[in-house]
């Protein structure tokens, strides 16, 4: 088929659609056009650079201090604070690594057939500050609190309510009736 046609079907219909009535979604260049929308998103354009403003101006000024403050340093005292930056940098690189080990074990246990739970309830745990012997029973936890809460939620929506009897209706309509041919 060629595209040609294609695009002069779709131009049509879009004809025809406005012929009806129906109304095709404006661009964001129309919306813009119109003066209520284009002050509001200048607006938000300028809100958006006075915030990543003021977070350049305080990371470059967070740089400068700490140049000065390495600059007053003596030697001695500037390499180890520089040796005490650097191991924590190390630290905090090892507890990253750590959290993701420990999050790739989880996510194994959480497949096993005796702990499966879905994968995405283990965004409740904080592998950061969770010990590798405290993973799968927080895991058993969740899996136990998780099937809890899904039987209490099919039982209650299992309850059936009272049925009512079609027969009372029917001989309280038949005793009315007799009442008032009486």
């Known amino acids: 088929m060629d595209t040609n046609n294609n695009i002069g079907g779709v131009e049509n219909?879009?004809?025809?659609?406005?012929?009806?009535?129906?109304?095709?979604?404006?661009?964001?260049d129309e919306m813009l056009k119109e003066s209520n929308y284009q002050s509001e998103f200048d607006k938000k354009v300028q809100k958006s650079l006075e915030t990543a403003r003021a977070k350049w101006e305080a990371e470059?000024?967070?740089?400068?201090?700490?140049a000065e403050k390495l600059a007053k340093m003596k030697?001695?005292?500037?390499t180890a604070y520089e040796l005490e930056q650097a191991r924590k940098k190390q630290e905090e690189a090892e507890a990253r690594l750590n959290?993701?080990?420990?999050?790739?074990?989880?996510?194994?246990?959480?497949?096993?057939?005796?702990?499966?739970v879905d994968v995405s309830l283990l965004s409740l745990i904080?592998?950061?500050?969770?010990?590798?012997?405290?993973?799968?029973?927080?895991?058993?936890?969740?899996?136990?609190?998780?099937?809890?809460?899904?039987?209490?939620?099919v039982n209650k929506r299992l309850k059936e309510t009272t049925p009512r009897t079609v027969n009372s209706n029917i001989q309280s309509k038949t005793e009315r009736q007799s009442r008032v041919s009486i």
Do not use: C
């Not at 470059?60 to 700490?66: G, I, N, R, V, Y």
């Open 75 to 78: 030697e001695d005292e500037r």
């Open 126 to 153: 904080d592998f950061r500050n969770i010990k590798a012997e405290q993973v799968e029973p927080t895991i058993k936890n969740i899996k136990k609190i998780f099937d809890s809460a899904v039987e209490n939620e």
């Open 13 to 28: 219909n879009n004809q025809q659609n406005q012929n009806k009535g129906v109304e095709t979604p404006k661009t964001f």
């Open 99 to 116: 959290a993701y080990e420990l999050k790739e074990e989880a996510i194994k246990m959480a497949n096993n057939p005796e702990t499966q």
């Open 60 to 66: 470059a000024k967070e740089k400068q201090s700490e």
